[in-house]
């Protein structure tokens, strides 16, 4: 892998993209770039930030030439980190073989780095399905599978749980939520896990009812032991905060 060794697990949808620097090696299939001339998204040339981007493909050219970070395009190499978190930021744009991109500013040191300018629309912006719950009283979650069994996780009164809107299987019958709880702790305790140990479960729609509300606008729900936070604000805006500063976040 080319991006630095900082690893900063996240959970859910919310997973985001690493802006590293390492190094590419140029393929055997490499083809000229047909670009267009660069435009500066600000007069005075700064940086703008566009936000964070989960798998989004990256065009990577070196010494003119389109480059794969990988043999294989379908390579994780390819495509912004879901694991690690940067912001991604430009100079501008330019069109590349009649498609408008972003030139991603200090991806790689020895290559440039683009990004297709439709990934950062609302179309890969929309979070509405997430929502910043609290548990009110003692509930049982049913396990997150297929078959939803009685195996699930306790949700304790005051947990700060994430509610997926949209859920893959069952939604007719379950809502689907995410909490950080493992071994009895809970969010409510101000404890925290990376992403592989967080935790959810599918409830009734009449247990979630009786023993959850919506969360008030700036409750935190917590990621990366508290350096990163959705609130019910945030979400409705299409973002996160990091470290107190609010960002967008795209994802494929």
């Known amino acids: 892998m080319f991006k630095n060794n900082k690893i900063i697990k996240l959970l859910t949808a919310a997973t985001f993209a690493v802006v590293g620097i390492g190094t590419v090696n140029a393929m055997s299939h490499a083809s000229t770039v047909q670009a267009s001339v660069f435009h500066y998204?600000?007069?005075?040339?700064?940086?703008?930030?566009?936000?964070?981007?989960?798998?989004?493909?990256?065009?990577?050219?070196?010494?003119?030439?389109?480059?794969?970070?990988?043999?294989?395009?379908?390579?994780?190499?390819?495509?912004?980190?879901?694991?690690?978190?940067?912001?991604?930021?430009?100079?501008?744009?330019?069109?590349?073989?009649?498609?408008?991109?972003?030139?991603?500013?200090?991806?790689?040191?020895?290559?440039?780095?683009?990004?297709?300018?439709?990934?950062?629309?609302?179309?890969?912006?929309?979070?509405?399905y997430l929502t910043v719950y609290r548990v009110n009283s003692k509930i049982k979650a049913l396990s997150d599978d297929m078959d939803n069994t009685d195996d699930g996780m306790w949700y304790g009164k005051g947990d700060i749980i994430l509610v997926n809107n949209f859920s893959l299987w069952n939604h007719d019958k379950y809502v689907d939520t995410i909490s950080p709880m493992q071994d009895g702790k809970h969010n409510a305790d101000g404890w925290f896990t990376p992403q592989e140990a967080n935790f959810g479960g599918e409830l009734t729609h009449e247990d979630f009812k009786s023993h959850c509300s919506k969360a008030s606008a700036n409750t935190k729900f917590l990621l990366n032991h508290g350096d990163d936070w959705y609130t019910n604000s945030s979400l409705a805006r299409g973002g996160m905060y990091h470290k107190g500063h609010f960002y967008k976040v795209y994802s494929r």
């Open 41 to 128: 998204l600000r007069k005075d040339h700064k940086l703008v930030t566009l936000g964070y981007g989960e798998k989004l493909p990256l065009l990577i050219y070196k010494n003119g030439k389109h480059i794969y970070a990988d043999d294989d395009p379908q390579s994780t190499a390819n495509y912004t980190d879901e694991n690690d978190i940067e912001t991604l930021k430009t100079h501008g744009w330019k069109y590349i073989n009649g498609v408008k991109y972003y030139k991603i500013y200090n991806y790689f040191n020895d290559a440039s780095v683009y990004i297709n300018t439709k990934y950062f629309t609302k179309k890969y912006n929309d979070m509405s």
